[in-house]
C-alpha cells in the first residue's frame, strides 16, 4: 500500500464511513492510540513541573542578589556613620584644647600684669619660653592627630577596600555559579525539547504512517462492500471469491508460492463478461490503494498473469481514489485497468487483450 498525506476529503471519507459501520471504531482506536501517544500526556506535565521548579529556583536566586545588596548598602553606610563620629570627637576634642589654652592663657596673662611692674623682664622672657612652647606643643598636638586622622582613614580605605574586594570576589563566584548553572539549566531543556520534538516526529511519521494504511484498508472495505455496483456493469453477478477456496481450486496448476501471491490479493472477482458472448468466466485482480502507484499496478498485473497461467481469463485492476503518472504510464503497458472514483480505464483494452 503506497501512503500519502491525509486530506480533507479523506477525513470526511473517513467520519462517514464509521459512521456507517459503527463496529469499525473500536478497530480504528486500537490502531490509532498507540503507546507512545498515550505516553505524551506524561512527557508534557513532566516538562511544566521541571519549568516550574526552575522559576522557583530564579526566585530565590533574586531574593538573595537582593539580601546581598542591601547587606553591602548596610555595611557602607555603618562605615559613613564611624568616620563622621571619629571627626566629629576630633573636632570636639581640639575646641576644649583650645578653650583651656585660652584660659590658661587668660590666666597667666592677668598674673603677668600683676606682676609687670616687678618681673616686666621676666615675665616677658617666661611669656616668649611659654608661647614656644605653647606652639611647639599645639604643634606636635595637631601633626599627632593629622597623623592618627591619617592612620585611622588609611585603615578605613584598606578595611573597605578589602571589604569591596571580597564582595566582589563573592558576587563573581556567585555569578559564576549562576551563570553555570543557568547553562546547565538551558542544556539540560534544550536536551529535552529536541528528545520531545522528535518523540513527536516519530509519532507524527507512526501517526501518517498508520493513516496511509487505515485509509487503504477502509477503501479495500468499501469496494467489498461495492464490488457489485462497481463492477456490476462490465460483469453479470459478479461474485467475490474468499482467498481460502484458491487453495483447493489451484492445487496442481500452481505452486505454493504462486498461490500464495494470488492469494494475498486485496479482492478478487469473477463472473462473465457482460457485453461479450463468450461463456467463460472473467476473473478480476484487484489491488486497492488510496494513491495508485506502479508496485500497485505491476502486482496486480503479476497475480492477473499467474491467473492466467492456471487456465483462466484474468484481468488485473488496480483501484484507488488517486493515481501518479508512473502508474498511469504502466497501467497502459500492462493493459491494467484502473478503478478511481467508480470509473474503469482500460477496461475495453484490457479485455480485448485477454479475450485473444
Known amino acids: 500500500m503506497s501512503s500519502v498525506a491525509f486530506t480533507i476529503e479523506d477525513l470526511k471519507d473517513l467520519t462517514r464511513i464509521l459512521l456507517e459501520r459503527p463496529e469499525w471504531l473500536s478497530e480504528l482506536r486500537r490502531i490509532l492510540l498507540t503507546d507512545e501517544l498515550l505516553t505524551l500526556p506524561a512527557l508534557v506535565r513532566e516538562l511544566v513541573e521541571f519549568q516550574r521548579r526552575a522559576d522557583e529556583r530564579f526566585v530565590e536566586l533574586a531574593q538573595a542578589i537582593e539580601q546581598l545588596a542591601m547587606r553591602l548598602e548596610e555595611s557602607q553606610r555603618r562605615a559613613d556613620e564611624r568616620s563622621a563620629e571619629f571627626q566629629r570627637q576630633a573636632e570636639e576634642r581640639f575646641a576644649e584644647f583650645q578653650r583651656q589654652a585660652e584660659e590658661r ?19 616677658e622672657e617666661r611669656f616668649a619660653e611659654f608661647q614656644r612652647q605653647a606652639e611647639e606643643r599645639f604643634a606636635e598636638f595637631q601633626r599627632q592627630a593629622e597623623e592618627r586622622f591619617a592612620e585611622f582613614q588609611r585603615q578605613a580605605e584598606e578595611r573597605f577596600a578589602e571589604f569591596q574586594r571580597q564582595a566582589e570576589e563573592r558576587f563573581a563566584e556567585f555569578q559564576r555559579q ?9 542544556r539540560r531543556t534544550d536536551e529535552r525539547f529536541a528528545e520531545l520534538a522528535q518523540a513527536i516526529n516519530r509519532l507524527a511519521t507512526t501517526f501518517e504512517q498508520e493513516m496511509a494504511e487505515v485509509r487503504g484498508k477502509l477503501l479495500e472495505i468499501d469496494y467489498r462492500n461495492k464490488f457489485g455496483a462497481i463492477f456490476g456493469g462490465r460483469l453479470r453477478k459478479p461474485q467475490l471469491v474468499d482467498p481460502a477456496d484458491l487453495w483447493d481450486m489451484f492445487s496442481g496448476r500452481l505452486d505454493e508460492s504462486e498461490i500464495r501471491k494470488v492469494a494475498a490479493a486485496d479482492l478478487i472477482v469473477r463472473g462473465r463478461p457482460a457485453l461479450s458472448r463468450e461463456d467463460g468466466e472473467l476473473w478480476l485482480v484487484i489491488e486497492v490503494s488510496s494513491v495508485i502507484d506502479r508496485n500497485d499496478v505491476a502486482r496486480a498485473a503479476e497475480r492477473a498473469a499467474l491467473l492466467r497461467k492456471a487456465g483462466l481469463l484474468a484481468m488485473p485492476v488496480a483501484a484507488g481514489r488517486r493515481l501518479t503518472q508512473g502508474a498511469s504510464v504502466l497501467a497502459n503497458e500492462l493493459r491494467v485497468v484502473l478503478a478511481k472514483n467508480g470509473s474503469l480505464a482500460g477496461w475495453d483494452e484490457a479485455l480485448s487483450q485477454v479475450l485473444a
Do not use: G, H, P, S
Request: proline share 0%.
Open 105 to 123: 592663657f587668660a590666666e597667666f596673662q592677668r598674673q603677668v600684669e600683676e606682676r609687670f611692674a616687678e618681673f616686666q623682664r621676666q615675665a
Open 178 to 186: 549562576i551563570d553555570e548553572r543557568f547553562a546547565e539549566f538551558q
